[in-house]
Protein backbone atom coordinates (compact mmCIF):
# COMPACT_ATOMS: atom_id res chain seq x y z
CA UNK A 1 0.00 0.00 0.00
CA UNK A 2 2.98 2.28 1.06
CA UNK A 3 4.64 2.02 -2.45
CA UNK A 4 1.21 3.04 -4.37
CA UNK A 5 0.50 5.84 -2.24
CA UNK A 6 3.96 7.14 -3.06
CA UNK A 7 3.30 6.76 -6.79
CA UNK A 8 0.23 8.01 -6.90
CA UNK A 9 1.54 11.24 -4.65
CA UNK A 10 4.44 11.38 -7.10
CA UNK A 11 2.56 11.13 -10.42
CA UNK A 12 0.64 14.30 -8.73
CA UNK A 13 3.67 15.99 -8.16
CA UNK A 14 4.97 15.22 -12.03
CA UNK A 15 1.63 17.18 -12.76
CA UNK A 16 2.47 20.27 -10.19
CA UNK A 17 5.93 20.59 -10.87
CA UNK A 18 5.19 21.44 -14.82
CA UNK A 19 2.75 23.47 -13.87
CA UNK A 20 4.86 25.34 -11.55
CA UNK A 21 2.58 24.48 -8.84
CA UNK A 22 3.94 23.58 -5.22
CA UNK A 23 4.65 19.77 -4.29
CA UNK A 24 2.99 17.90 -1.78
CA UNK A 25 4.96 15.48 0.30
CA UNK A 26 2.34 13.74 2.13
CA UNK A 27 -1.55 13.86 1.86
CA UNK A 28 -2.76 16.36 4.75
CA UNK A 29 -6.64 15.62 4.61
CA UNK A 30 -7.30 18.35 6.22
CA UNK A 31 -5.26 20.86 4.47
CA UNK A 32 -6.85 19.09 0.51
CA UNK A 33 -10.15 19.31 1.31
CA UNK A 34 -9.87 22.89 2.63
CA UNK A 35 -7.68 23.67 -0.38
CA UNK A 36 -4.80 25.75 1.96
CA UNK A 37 -1.28 25.08 2.38
CA UNK A 38 0.27 22.82 -0.62
CA UNK A 39 -3.30 22.28 -1.88
CA UNK A 40 -3.74 26.36 -2.27
CA UNK A 41 -5.35 26.82 -5.96
CA UNK A 42 -6.45 23.35 -6.46
CA UNK A 43 -9.82 23.21 -8.26
CA UNK A 44 -12.82 20.93 -6.80
CA UNK A 45 -12.67 18.98 -9.35
CA UNK A 46 -8.70 18.15 -9.29
CA UNK A 47 -8.70 17.91 -5.46
CA UNK A 48 -11.78 15.47 -6.14
CA UNK A 49 -9.72 13.22 -8.93
CA UNK A 50 -6.21 13.18 -6.58
CA UNK A 51 -9.18 12.06 -3.24
CA UNK A 52 -10.78 9.09 -4.97
CA UNK A 53 -7.34 8.02 -6.04
CA UNK A 54 -6.28 7.38 -2.84
CA UNK A 55 -9.33 5.83 -1.93
CA UNK A 56 -8.95 3.41 -4.95
CA UNK A 57 -5.42 2.02 -3.38
CA UNK A 58 -7.61 1.86 0.25
CA UNK A 59 -10.35 -0.59 -2.29
CA UNK A 60 -7.19 -2.60 -3.64
CA UNK A 61 -5.65 -3.14 -0.37
CA UNK A 62 -6.22 -5.82 2.05
CA UNK A 63 -5.49 -4.48 5.43
CA UNK A 64 -5.34 -6.89 8.35
CA UNK A 65 -5.96 -4.81 11.74
CA UNK A 66 -5.65 -6.65 15.38
CA UNK A 67 -6.60 -4.61 18.14
CA UNK A 68 -6.69 -5.57 21.68
CA UNK A 69 -8.41 -3.86 25.01
CA UNK A 70 -6.99 -5.16 28.24
CA UNK A 71 -7.21 -3.62 31.71
CA UNK A 72 -3.25 -3.05 32.63
CA UNK A 73 -3.61 -3.15 36.33
CA UNK A 74 -4.94 -6.92 35.61
CA UNK A 75 -2.27 -7.51 32.54
CA UNK A 76 0.39 -6.41 35.19
CA UNK A 77 -1.24 -8.84 37.88
CA UNK A 78 -0.84 -11.89 35.41
CA UNK A 79 2.65 -11.08 34.49
CA UNK A 80 4.19 -9.23 36.99
CA UNK A 81 7.75 -9.97 35.76
CA UNK A 82 6.89 -7.80 32.40
CA UNK A 83 5.55 -4.69 34.37
CA UNK A 84 7.29 -2.65 36.61
CA UNK A 85 5.96 -0.06 39.27
CA UNK A 86 7.62 2.49 36.90
CA UNK A 87 5.75 1.18 33.78
CA UNK A 88 2.38 0.73 35.96
CA UNK A 89 2.54 4.23 37.60
CA UNK A 90 3.92 5.51 34.04
CA UNK A 91 0.41 4.29 32.17
CA UNK A 92 -2.03 4.70 35.21
CA UNK A 93 -0.34 7.67 36.89
CA UNK A 94 -0.48 6.29 40.26
CA UNK A 95 1.61 3.50 42.43
CA UNK A 96 -0.28 0.20 43.89
Not at 17 to 43: M, Q, V
Not at 61 to 86: G, K, Q
Request: proline content about 2%.
Amino acid sequence: MEHTWKLHLATKNRKLAKAGRPLISRYHATDCNSRHSKFEGWSEDEHNEFVLGLFGIFKRTHILTIAYDLNLDDLCEVLPEHFSRWTRQRFTGRLQ
